[in-house]
């Protein structure tokens, strides 16, 4: 399934990411929801987009859209990077600077 909802956050284009780095992925996004939570004033949902660029054996890239609509208020952000989790903590934290 392409789509995970998870307490207000809904995850696309995860689909083809390993059991093992979709852990890592969760924990990840957990961790910035919490901050995320602290901050904002009501969150009412966080989108994760997951789009592959250049995926090529062992130099794949990984664009990440995250967007956050936090009391009627949206912010969004987006980062291209060849490590998964390295981008998911950038478009998130750039997100959580936002708010703050």
Not at 31 to 54: F, G, P, Y
Not at 79 to 87: D, P
Request: net charge neutral; hydrophobic share 35%.
């Amino acid at each position: 399934m392409d789509t995970n909802e998870l307490k207000g956050i809904t995850l696309s284009g995860f689909r083809d990411i390993d059991s093992s780095s979709m852990a890592l992925v969760n924990t990840a996004i957990r961790k910035h929801w919490r901050r995320m939570n602290e901050l904002a004033r009501k969150i009412e949902s966080l989108h994760i987009t997951l789009k592959q660029v250049h995926e090529r054996e062992k130099s794949e890239k990984y664009e990440i859209h995250a967007k956050l609509l936090d009391n009627g208020k949206v912010y969004n952000s987006k980062v291209t990077e060849h490590n998964l989790l390295i981008a998911i903590d950038e478009v998130l934290n750039k997100i959580i600077n936002e708010i703050d």
